[in-house]
């Protein structure tokens, strides 16, 4: 074959060959599975935990057992906007500010939901 006519088949054959090939937007459908895989099970329960956390810290009121970020069970004895005071033994007091608080535990002696 000479140059011309391989050049011929060649301008043929492309527009079948180009026309093979998928949507450009299938090849960003597994990025968006995996977008939204992501925010399905990592993002949204971690979401749902943190606002469980601050609905508790919000509901804090006297009398409550409470740990602290580092690991401390306390008392509260007086809650104020942005700190409250806790009690950790007796005649030990020191005061935390509120969004430090780790958990705030169920009262004592009563069973869980589940028992």
């Known amino acids: 074959m000479t140059g011309p006519a391989l050049l011929s088949l060649l301008a043929a054959a492309a527009p079948a060959a180009a026309q093979a090939e998928p949507p450009a937007y299938l090849q960003f459908l597994p990025l968006i ?12 329960p971690q979401m749902r935990r943190q606002k469980q956390q601050q609905e508790k810290i919000a509901a804090l009121k006297k009398g409550d057992q409470v740990v602290t970020a580092g ?3 306390a008392k509260v004895i007086k809650v104020e906007d ?4 806790l009690e950790l033994g007796p005649n030990v007091r020191v005061r935390a500010v509120r969004a430090t ?8 002696g ?3 939901a589940n028992d």
């Not at 942005?82 to 005071?85: E, N, W």
């Not at 608080?101 to 004592?108: K, M, S, T």
């Open 101 to 108: 608080l780790g958990d705030v535990l169920p009262p004592v």
């Open 71 to 73: 690991g401390l069970i």
């Open 82 to 85: 942005q700190t409250v005071d």
């Open 110 to 112: 009563t069973a869980p």
């Open 33 to 44: 599975a995996m977008a939204g895989i992501f925010y399905f099970l990592i993002l949204r």
